[in-house]
């Protein structure tokens, strides 16, 4: 089992801009691919951003040119810089991990985002 432990969430002006974290209790060097997404109160979850072991990274068009996926290997965490933030980014965050050679789907426990003025 790998546990995944997000932070950075809060609350945030308009046009502002926050980090979240993702620290997993395992190596991520091996990882198959890792994602953020996002759950509004009445919508579904749906993906922000995917990072693959390619490199190649997938956004949602809502975030495209202000939200970056990253990684460092050294601390086995996972980030999502969001930029220019709004209100419409206002949701519930949950980071997603993917291993070779493991069936799981590991899940952080969701950190909250409010953007407003």
């Known amino acids: 089992q790998v546990q995944l432990v997000e932070s950075g969430g809060g609350l945030v002006q308009p046009g502002g801009s926050l980090r979240l974290s993702c620290a997993a209790s395992?190596?991520?060097?091996?990882?198959?691919?890792m994602g953020w997404y996002r759950q509004a109160p009445g919508n579904e979850r749906e993906l922000v951003a995917a990072?693959?072991?390619?490199?190649?990274?997938n956004y949602a068009d809502s975030v495209k040119g202000r939200f970056t996926i990253s990684r460092d290997n050294a601390k086995s965490t996972v980030y999502l810089q969001m930029n220019n933030l709004k209100p419409e980014d206002t949701a519930v965050y949950y980071c997603?991990?993917?291993?070779?050679?493991?069936?799981?789907?590991?899940w952080g426990q969701g950190t909250q985002v409010t953007v407003s003025s």
């Open positions: 997603n991990l993917r291993f070779w050679s493991d069936p799981n789907d590991y």
């Open positions: 395992r190596s991520i060097f091996s990882i198959k691919a």
């Open positions: 990072l693959t072991y390619t490199g190649n990274t």
